[in-house]
């Protein structure tokens, strides 16, 4: 089925591991995103790429890095991973730039970090 | 930059009643408005959304409407059945190459 795929789905770390998400869409959109999902606060941007070859920062990118590997690959790396990155990730991708499309969402990477 | 308030955050309704779900935005140049379900461990899925020169916008008992003078939008939802239980993000973006910013969630509960 097209689509968003994240992996892992579930990960525990310890304080100071690091660790890259994956997420590749199968869908030929140009743009892709990482948002995190806590309790009460929504879903925070972390990083996006409008295009392939570019990224920028969201909302929250402080501890995180991003790789836009190609046009389906986008992944989000954790280079020292601390307890308050403990959170829900979700990948998203979008058919252009502006999101006037809508996006597709993964089904999320639950993060632990203890 | 563009700030998304949401209101309420938890709201329960009877099987058969109608829910409706506030949000105001801050950005007077924002242009789209989507609204996302998240079912239990799942992404949010896209289910409606509303442009700038639109007022109101109906999919079977689903509706969402726009007061751009206002700057506030609402999702409606008729006849509420339990699987409409989730948890209901408003959005708003303007359509250049910025992201959509997120307002922080609505749990509706449908109680059968």
């Known amino acids: 089925n097209a689509g968003v795929t994240q992996t892992p789905k579930f990960q525990v770390l310890k304080t100071g591991q690091s660790m890259t998400l994956q997420c590749a869409q199968d869908m030929n959109h140009n743009s892709m995103y990482w948002y995190r999902q806590d309790p009460g606060m929504g879903l925070r941007l972390i990083y996006y790429?409008?295009?392939?070859?570019?990224?920028d920062k969201g909302e929250v990118p402080n501890g995180y890095n991003v790789s836009r590997l190609n046009k389906r690959e986008f992944s989000l790396r954790l280079e020292s991973a601390a307890p308050s990155q403990t959170s829900v990730y979700f990948c998203?991708?979008?058919?252009?730039?502006?999101?006037?499309?809508?996006?597709?969402f993964g089904s999320g990477t639950r993060l632990t970090v203890v | 930059g563009e700030n998304v308030e949401q209101h309420p955050s938890t709201l329960s309704v009877q099987e058969g009643d109608s829910a409706v779900i506030k949000c105001t935005y801050s950005?007077?140049?924002?242009?789209?408005f989507p609204w996302y379900k998240q079912e239990l461990g799942k992404g949010p899925q896209l289910i409606i959304d509303?442009?700038?020169?639109?007022g109101e916008k109906k999919d079977q008992r689903i509706a969402v409407t726009l007061n751009k003078t206002a700057k506030h939008f609402s999702l409606h939802i008729t006849e509420t059945q339990p699987e409409d239980s989730a948890v209901y993000f408003c959005a708003a973006s303007y359509s250049g190459n910025t992201p959509l910013v997120f307002g922080k969630g609505t749990r509706l509960s449908v109680i059968a």
């Open positions: 950005d007077s140049a924002s242009n789209y």
């Open positions: 509303i442009r700038s020169n639109v």
């Open positions: 998203a991708s979008s058919e252009h730039g502006a999101p006037i499309y809508g996006y597709t």
């Open positions: 790429s409008a295009s392939e070859g570019t990224t």
